[in-house]
């Protein structure tokens, strides 16, 4: 719950309270006193912070506002942020036609038919990750046995890279994602990410015709015709790598918080296993963990909820925030899995949005599907005091998650 004592904050990203599932409260309080509103950064920069869905959905379909970190006043949370979007260079911080044209050598990929061929892999690894979680017995760190090792796999297997390399890509992946990294690490880890995936594109180039992954695929259709270098190849597959790597695992570990918090909705979830999509759905919308993700930059003079935003200015349209807004969502401080209209942004708007969905919701279908099958007693071994968070990340997460059954 909020703590209304506490003195209402201006400098932006806002700090969260002592639950940090719950969003900041300033969020609530400027969405209705003043929803295009001024917030200072760490470097003492300016920005304009929106908070209403149907603004933050405006400025997200508005090519007006570029997503580009090279254009003059484009915003950062951090030192690290802004040297991890200097080692980035690739489409999902890009405009239009270059975003384009990298998009959509990926577009297939993440076709919903074509994701939906992956369920059978995802299934029989997850049986397996549990039963790991079995073996290992009550008190078992649900993070570390199966939120963590499920994504990681399945876009490794998905890309092809070798399993040798999972648990260091997933260990730089994080490091990026990490605001409080020093931006010389940040540098370092993506300069060794892209490096190790070159490397393994230039392994797989002789025999890519008979590959069946996701980089063999690029071999043969981008970088052999000569419309895409292996360095741009490999950053695209960090990109991958660290979207499809990072917030599936967070959103199984805060999905499944959330559920021990509201056991009326998990009593729910277990007696009508159909509500798994709207409860998926509702996680995605109370739990936005990519919190920080919409950086944008006017490049010419627009106007937003009847505030003049200039050329050059910076903006955040807020997704977690929108998720929050009371005129689109009745109640939104409720975790409701029969909520009948969730038009959330858990995964952006307009041309940014999260090509990656159908994957995670996937991955995300199944995980929440399978566990109470199997673990139908389920529940927290520890208080929630000692529950920890990252809040200072691009995207939020819960360390460990000891359970019992």
Same mark, same amino acid.
């Given at each position: ?8 904050q ?8 002592t ?22 950064? %760490?470097?003492?920069?300016?920005? %304009?912070?929106?908070?209403r %869905? ?28 802004g ?15 270059e ?28 049986q ?12 078992a ?15 490794s ?6 399993q040798s ?12 994602n ?16 892209v ?6 594109i ?21 970088i052999?015709?000569g419309?895409?270098?292996?360095i741009e ?8 790598y ?9 959103q ?38 990519t ?6 930059v ?62 995670a919701?996937l ?11 199997r ?29 019992r %059954?």
């Amino acid at each position: 719950m909020y703590d209304e004592a506490c003195p209402v904050q201006t400098q932006f990203p806002f700090k969260r309270g002592t639950d940090a599932l719950v969003p900041p409260r300033e969020y609530d309080i400027f969405r209705r006193a003043e929803p295009v509103r001024r917030v200072t950064l %760490w470097n003492g920069q300016n920005a %304009w912070l929106i908070t209403r %869905w149907q603004d933050v959905r405006e400025v997200l379909a508005n090519n007006t506002f570029s997503a580009d970190p090279d254009k003059p006043g484009y915003p950062t949370t951090s030192p690290a942020r802004g040297a991890e979007l200097k080692a980035r260079k690739t489409f999902i911080n890009m405009d239009p036609p270059e975003h384009t044209r990298l998009r959509r050598m990926l577009t297939r990929e993440f076709m919903v038919k074509r994701i939906g061929q992956l369920r059978p892999m995802i299934e029989e690894l997850l049986q397996e990750l549990l039963d790991d979680l079995e073996n290992k017995g009550p008190g078992a760190d649900l993070v570390a046995l199966v939120s963590k090792p499920l994504p990681a796999n399945v876009i490794s297997t998905m890309l092809g890279v070798p399993q040798s390399d999972f648990a260091r890509l997933g260990y730089l992946s994080a490091l990026r994602n990490d605001h409080s990294s020093k931006p010389e690490d940040i540098k370092a880890a993506a300069e060794e990410m892209v490096g190790r995936l070159s490397e393994i594109i230039d392994e797989k180039t002789p025999n890519s015709a008979a590959g069946e992954d996701l980089l063999s695929r690029l071999i043969e259709e981008q970088i052999k015709p000569g419309d895409l270098s292996v360095i741009e190849a490999a950053r695209l597959s960090a990109l991958l790598y660290i979207a499809g790597h990072e917030t599936t695992t967070n959103q199984i570990g805060l999905g499944m918080l959330t559920l021990f918090r509201n056991p009326d909705q998990l009593a729910k979830l277990k007696a009508n296993p159909e509500l798994v999509g709207p409860a998926v759905e509702e996680m995605l919308r109370y739990v936005t963990l990519t919190h920080l993700n919409s950086a944008r930059v006017a490049t010419a003079d627009a106007v937003v909820a009847g505030q003049l935003i200039r050329a050059g200015e910076p903006v955040y349209p807020n997704l977690a925030a929108a998720n929050y807004d009371p005129d689109v969502f009745k109640c939104p401080h409720d975790f409701d899995i029969n909520r009948a209209e969730n038009p959330h942004m858990a995964f952006a708007y307009g041309v940014h949005q999260c090509l990656g969905q159908p994957l995670a919701r996937l991955e995300l279908m199944v995980f929440f599907s399978e566990i109470f099958k199997r673990f139908p007693t389920m529940e927290l071994a520890v208080s929630e005091e000692q529950i920890r968070f990252v809040t200072e990340a691009q995207t939020l997460s819960v360390l460990e998650l000891p359970v019992r %059954w």
